[in-house]
């Protein structure tokens, strides 16, 4: 059993990090900066840092690769279709990865950037994901480097794993997004639940992370797109009708993008 706990960096990204308690050995995902993980293992002495994950290049996500790996000789694994720094293990849409005893299943998810992955476990009780940018709690990443033919069929295909699977995003973006899924369905229940509690998570200064997949389906608007209140959202901002999932899922990322 592993545990997963928050190492915060920057002003609001989170360092995944995973922690085998029984044979004190550790792994960290999207390491933005080494700083908060050598801090930790100072910490706690004796530990021994095993793998890092990533899930796609933007500086954020693997500003803190060359350093950790120099530091500890830790095993780096990412997507094999980006500059990742140090990168031992190339890792493809199919292909699995074991960490701290732990399988994960590499699905591309391409979007945010081109060759962007999750790593998905449905070992442990509950699953987990880790998302990167693609999914975020009540929302999803810009399409910096991808178009919303990638990132929608990308967002679904994470929206069909298991309700239970609790997913760990990289961003503390979830009141904000919450804020733009209170403006799309502003009468869904679930929404308007869910602001009010991440508010007073915030509000203590407390994460609001991980989520789970069901709660994501029931607020995330960029998941909701074959709902016709999120559809009529959409069109209402184009002026025009939107006919297909992906053509509203456009409409909704370009209107969060000025929001």
């Given at each position: 059993?592993?545990?997963?706990?928050?190492?915060p960096?920057?002003?609001?990204n989170?360092?995944?990090?995973?922690?085998?308690?029984?044979?004190?050995?550790?792994?960290?995902?999207?390491?933005?900066?080494?700083?908060?993980?050598?801090?930790?293992?100072a910490?706690n002495?004796?530990?021994?840092?095993?793998?890092?994950?990533?899930?796609?290049?933007?500086?954020?996500?693997?500003g803190?690769?060359?350093?950790?790996?120099q530091?500890?000789?830790a095993?780096v694994?990412?997507?094999?279709?980006?500059?990742?720094?140090a990168?031992?293990v190339?890792?493809?849409?199919?292909?699995?990865?074991?960490?701290?005893?732990v399988?994960?299943?590499?699905?591309?998810?391409?979007?945010?950037?081109?060759?962007?992955?999750?790593?998905y476990?449905?070992?442990?009780?509950?699953?987990?994901?880790?998302?990167?940018?693609?999914?975020?709690?009540a929302?999803?990443?810009?399409?910096?480097?991808?178009t919303?033919?990638q990132m929608?069929p990308?967002?679904?295909r994470?929206?069909?794993l298991?309700?239970e699977?609790e997913?760990?995003?990289?961003?503390?973006y979830t009141?904000?997004n919450?804020r733009?899924a209170k403006?799309?369905?502003?009468?869904?229940?679930?929404v308007?639940q869910?602001?009010?509690?991440?508010?007073?998570?915030?509000?203590e200064?407390r994460?609001?992370?991980?989520?789970?997949?069901?709660?994501e389906r029931l607020?995330?608007?960029?998941?909701?797109?074959s709902?016709?209140?999120?559809?009529?959202k959409a069109?209402?901002?184009?002026?025009?009708s939107?006919?297909?999932?992906?053509?509203?899922?456009?409409?909704l990322?370009?209107w969060?993008?000025t929001?």
């Amino acid at each position: 059993m592993i545990q997963i706990d928050a190492l915060p960096a920057f002003s609001d990204n989170y360092i995944w990090l995973l922690q085998d308690t029984a044979k004190r050995r550790c792994a960290v995902v999207d390491p933005g900066d080494a700083g908060p993980v050598v801090a930790w293992l100072a910490a706690n002495p004796g530990w021994v840092l095993e793998d890092i994950l990533v899930t796609h290049h933007h500086h954020d996500h693997v500003g803190g690769v060359d350093r950790l790996k120099q530091l500890t000789g830790a095993r780096v694994s990412g997507p094999a279709n980006e500059p990742i720094p140090a990168r031992d293990v190339a890792l493809a849409d199919g292909d699995q990865v074991t960490v701290l005893g732990v399988t994960f299943q590499v699905m591309a998810v391409p979007g945010h950037t081109l060759g962007h992955i999750a790593l998905y476990s449905g070992q442990p009780s509950p699953p987990l994901l880790f998302s990167g940018d693609t999914l975020f709690a009540a929302g999803c990443g810009r399409m910096f480097e991808g178009t919303a033919q990638q990132m929608q069929p990308s967002l679904q295909r994470l929206a069909a794993l298991p309700g239970e699977t609790e997913v760990y995003c990289t961003h503390e973006y979830t009141l904000s997004n919450l804020r733009f899924a209170k403006a799309v369905e502003p009468d869904n229940p679930h929404v308007l639940q869910r602001f009010a509690h991440v508010s007073q998570l915030r509000a203590e200064n407390r994460i609001t992370l991980p989520s789970t997949i069901a709660l994501e389906r029931l607020t995330n608007p960029f998941l909701r797109t074959s709902e016709t209140s999120v559809k009529q959202k959409a069109d209402e901002w184009k002026g025009h009708s939107n006919d297909t999932h992906v053509a509203v899922f456009a409409a909704l990322r370009s209107w969060k993008d000025t929001f």
